[in-house]
Structure formats: C-alpha cells, structure tokens
C-alpha cells in the first residue's frame, strides 16, 4: 500500500531530516511512528501526501509512484486521508459543509449523495447532532472526530494521523481513539504519528520508532515495548512510559 | 464674522427651464454614485486577482502583482487621473481615439476615464488588504484543503477567500469609503459630480458657504450611511471563533 525505498530530505540543503528511510505498510495495517519531538516523524508521513517534497528515493502508494513529477499528486490526495494535529476544520463553514466540500468539489459527488454520506460518518463518530455547528462551538475532541470524518468522507484507502491527540485536554483524547481504534477495527489501513503507547500497544500491528529523521525500529508492539534494540529507544520508552516523567 | 445665511438657495431657479439648485446637487450625486460604484466593482475585482497573485507560489505572478501595487499606489491619484484623461486616449488606436474624443459625449469620456483610474488606483489598495488577509490565516488551513485533494483555485475560492473576506471587512470599508470621497477628483476633468455642481453653484448664487455645507454634509451622511451598511454584512456574515484563529 505504501512503499518508501531510499528516502532522503533536507531542509535548507543541510538539516538531514530524514535519512535513507526504507518502510512498508501493507493493506489493513495499522503502523504506529513514534519518537522524540524533532525526529522528523511528522515530515514522514506529510511527505506520504507530498504536503512535503523529498530530496531523494521513492514513495509508492498503490503502485503509483508519487514524488514523480508526472504523477497527478492530487489523485493520490483523493486517496489519502490526512488528520492534523490542530485539526484545520474550516472555521466558516458548517461541520456538514466541512465534511461534504471535497466530495462536492473534487470527487464531483451531487450535495444530496455527499450530505447522505456526511450524516452516516457523522453519526459513525457521534457526532450527528452537531452537524450544523461551527468548528469554533465545538470542542477540542469534537473538531478532531469531525476532521476524521471529513478525511473518511473522501472514502480514502488509506489514513495518515498526524498526532491527532497532542492538541487536546487530556479528558479528550480517549474519544478521538476510540474512533481512531473503531477505524482499525474496520479494516482501514493506517499510519499514526503519536505519543499514546497505549493505542500502540492495543491498536497498531507494527511500531516505528524514528529518531533524528532515522528509522532504529520497525517492529512489533510487544518486541517494541518488551525489548527494544536501541539504546535511543530504551531511552525514548523510559520517559513516556514513566507515571512522572522522571 | 458677518454672514447672513440664506439656506433658500437651494430652491431658487437656476434659470434653466424649471430647475432649482437642489436638483445639480442631486444630478451630482448621481454621478457620484455611479461613478463610485464602478470603481469599486473594478477595484474589489482586479484588486482581489492581484491580492491572490501576490500569495501565489510562483514567483512571476507574485512579482508581476507588486510592479502593479507599488506603481499605482506611488503615483498620486490626481496625476493619475490626468494620464488617463489627457494622454492614454492619445495612445489609443485612432479610430478608438477619435471616437473618445469626438463621438463619445464629453461626461460620458470624462466619467470612462475617472472610472478607470480610481478603479485601478483603489485597487492597488484593495490588494494589499485582500494579501494581507490571506496571509493571517493559518497554514494549515490550506493544507488541509490541499490534503483533500482541492486544485489551488478551489482552494482560494472556497477556503481561503472566504475567510479573508470576512477579516479585511473593517479595512475594506474604508478603503471603499475612500472611492465615493477620491471621486471628487472627477470635478477636474468636468465631471459634473457633486463637487462640481457645489462649485457651480457657490459661483452662479455667490452663496459659497450654503453650498459648501451642503456637499459637506451629503458625503458626510453618504459615507456615514455606507459604514452603517458595511456594518450590518459584517455581522450577517460573521462566523464564530474565524478572528481568534486569524492569529494562529
């Protein structure tokens, strides 16, 4: 589903931030990428997207290569859904109107079909009764469950999470995984740049451990959390993991 | 000082047919108006083309946008008037010329050429404001967009104008409250707008200050009565929590 082979970036031709990254995910799988702030694990999965360009190698997404400049990057756009971390609802709008405005727009779908579909993946993340509020009525938790529905409504094969929790009040976060693990659940394959060892340990079928833009682990969960191979990691799971951050 | 004023003015005949002297004034608000108003769609629309052309990607366009700001912003509007008045149709086509200055009536040509020229002048200024309003939302939310697969110009049309619309409103007004009161250039090239027609009165009565009151006070309640109106789409169109996040 989505292949990087030999994958280099810079920015301004000498920050390395990610350095000869090799990694597949597979259909249905749920990868968790994990690592210090500064890793480069969200310039990852943003190049995924190319909301980032990459210097060097290459990113498949279902054969079609798409750091090639005669690949039509928003074919792949259409495909990939995306979550931030500051959710990016569209302030203006309606909660409806945000979910059904790519559909109408780019996937040509009639208002009525996009409303249709809007109000069943609105309902799939609770959140029906809000459909005609501003993002700005809604909380922080409830914009995010929104955001997911707006990247679901585009019917994506795959979807990219870009620390979709680190935004949020702590009484928040457990909504937004709950849809996010409902989502796993479904099927749909997903990449995750997160913090939550928790959705790691229980959700993902493999764990990425990035450090200075370097991949040290691909693994398990359980190999991961049990026996990391990297000093860097050892060290990484000693500070999330403890109660105080000691 | 000594001055005994006579506000029956207004209604005394002019001397042409049955017109009193209110009727320039209102003829001359007319022209105002219209000629206010025109510039205006000019300037909201090339002004809000030049605006999306200075935050473009692309260098070119984004370079081709500032030669056009700073020339037209530089230059005073007086000046401006008269190259569009007196030296543009000279460059014309001949026939196009000739036509212009011979066939066209002369406040219809008067009144093509203020249209013109306030109408790229202000939007010089709106382009500013519509950049500037572009620029104060966050990245974020055309990535977003982006993300969803949204081409660049439904990516402006549908997120990002609207929302900067709605933050340069109060700039906005004053900019198209500066048209109706730029227009009074038009009195230069004989224009027979409102200040014209003060003038013309103030000499034709020798009541100058009656006449000068009164246009005081027209473009006083005029553009009072325009922010009023700005007001009231500003709230109709306000949205919540869209300002607070303009500085994120």
């Not at chain 1, 039509?72 to 405005?101: M, W």
């Not at chain 1, 740049?193 to 959705?199: D, I, P, R």
């Not at chain 2, 909201?44 to 700001?69: K, S």
């Not at chain 2, 309003?133 to 982006?146: D, F, K, N, V, W």
Request: glycine content about 6%; charged content about 20%.
């Amino acid at each position: 589903m989505i292949r990087f082979s030999n994958v280099d970036k810079w920015y301004d031709r000498e920050h390395h931030v990610l350095k000869n990254i090799n990694l597949k995910v597979n259909v249905g799988e749920v990868v968790v990428v994990c690592g210090p702030s500064g890793s480069g694990k969200s310039t990852l999965i943003r190049t995924i997207n190319q909301l980032e360009p990459v210097e060097r190698g290459e990113i498949w997404v279902d054969e079609v290569q798409v750091n090639n400049p005669r690949t039509n990057i928003n074919r792949i756009r259409e495909e990939v859904g995306f979550v931030f971390q500051h959710f990016n609802l569209y302030p203006h709008l309606s909660v409806l109107d945000n979910i059904t405005l790519a559909p109408i727009k780019v996937k040509k779908l009639a208002p009525a079909v996009a409303r249709e579909r809007a109000l069943e993946l609105l309902n799939r993340v609770g959140l029906a009764h809000k459909r005609d509020a501003y993002p700005a009525n809604l909380s922080g938790g409830q914009q995010q469950r929104v955001a997911i529905a707006r990247g679901l409504a585009m019917q994506p094969k795959v979807m990219l999470f870009d620390e979709p929790t680190s935004a949020l009040d702590p009484e928040m976060i457990g909504e937004v995984l709950q849809v996010m693990q409902d989502l796993a659940k479904s099927g749909m394959t997903m990449m995750v740049v997160t913090h939550e060892m928790g959705f790691a340990r229980e959700v993902a079928d493999r764990v990425i451990f990035l450090d200075h833009g370097e991949i040290l682990e691909d693994t398990q969960p359980e190999w991961f959390f049990t026996r990391p191979q990297h000093e860097r990691s050892r060290q990484f799971l000693r500070q999330v993991l403890a109660p105080m951050h000691g | 000082m000594n001055y005994n004023w006579d506000w029956s003015v207004f209604f005394k005949s002019t001397g042409i047919g049955s017109e009193i002297y209110l009727d320039w004034f209102i003829a001359g608000l007319g022209w105002t108006i219209a000629l206010s108003l025109s510039a205006w769609v000019i300037a909201l629309l090339l002004g809000t083309v030049l605006g999306v052309m200075r935050t473009l990607p692309g260098r070119f366009a984004a370079r081709a946008a500032t030669v056009y700001v700073e020339l037209f912003r530089n230059v005073p509007l007086l000046v401006q008037l008269f190259i569009w008045y007196f030296i543009v149709p000279d460059w014309l086509p001949e026939k196009i010329e000739l036509w212009f200055k011979q066939d066209l009536h002369p406040a219809t040509s008067a009144f093509i050429s203020v249209t013109v020229c306030l109408g790229l002048f202000t939007a010089a200024r709106v382009c500013e404001q519509v950049r500037t309003g572009i620029q104060a939302l966050p990245r974020g939310q055309s990535m977003a967009a982006y993300a969803l697969g949204l081409r660049l110009p439904q990516v402006y049309r549908k997120v990002l104008l609207p929302q900067a619309f709605r933050i340069i409103i109060p700039p906005l007004t004053s900019e198209f409250l500066n048209v109706f009161k730029n227009s009074s250039v038009a009195s230069l090239i004989g224009l027979m707008e409102l200040l014209a027609q003060t003038k013309q009165t103030a000499e034709f009565t020798a009541n100058l200050f009656e006449a000068f009151t009164l246009a005081t006070v027209i473009y006083f309640v005029l553009n009072m009565g325009l922010m009023l109106v700005m007001r009231t789409v500003e709230k109709r169109v306000r949205v919540p929590g869209l300002i607070a996040l303009g500085g994120k």
